[in-house]
């Protein structure tokens, strides 16, 4: 498992962000998205209690699988949504991989696009007037 020196701290994206504290080149393997596997069906009764609240931890791996990251999760769970993001997710051999979508300096927020194609109705804050719905 890659793991990069990261930090949590608080966002003015949304709430708590995941920061790098030393360069990162593109293309690295950051931190893999952990939390406890479930269902779709488990997954959506989930969504049911956090969407309301704002949160999204549910991210799915493929037509079974969902991991749920407020169950087990990592410091992955808090990288923040974004419409223009420095990272982007990758699901290898059943392990959500965050990578660098370019290089990125220490100190700067991790963010990937959630790509959820505004099933989940929150309103994307990556920017001010940002209209995206995610």
């Not at 893999?32 to 479930?38: N, P, Q």
């Not at 982007?88 to 220490?106: D, L």
Request: proline share 4%; hydrophobic share 35%; charged share 25%.
């Amino acid at each position: 498992m890659t793991r990069l020196p990261l930090a949590r701290r608080r966002s003015r994206i949304a709430g708590w962000g995941v920061f790098a504290t030393t360069p990162i080149t593109k293309n690295t393997r950051i931190i893999d998205y952990a939390g406890e596997r479930i269902s779709h069906r488990e997954s959506r009764r989930r969504e049911r209690r956090q969407l309301p609240l704002g949160r999204i931890w549910c991210f799915t791996v493929d037509h079974q699988v969902v991991v749920d990251a407020s169950v087990g999760g990592n410091l992955a769970r808090f990288i923040n949504h974004s419409c223009r993001p420095n990272c982007y997710a990758q699901v290898m051999r059943g392990t959500i991989w965050i990578r660098a979508s370019r290089a990125i300096a220490a100190g700067e927020e991790l963010t990937y696009d959630y790509s959820t194609g505004g099933e989940a109705g929150i309103q994307c804050c990556c920017h001010p007037g940002c209209r995206t719905i995610l």
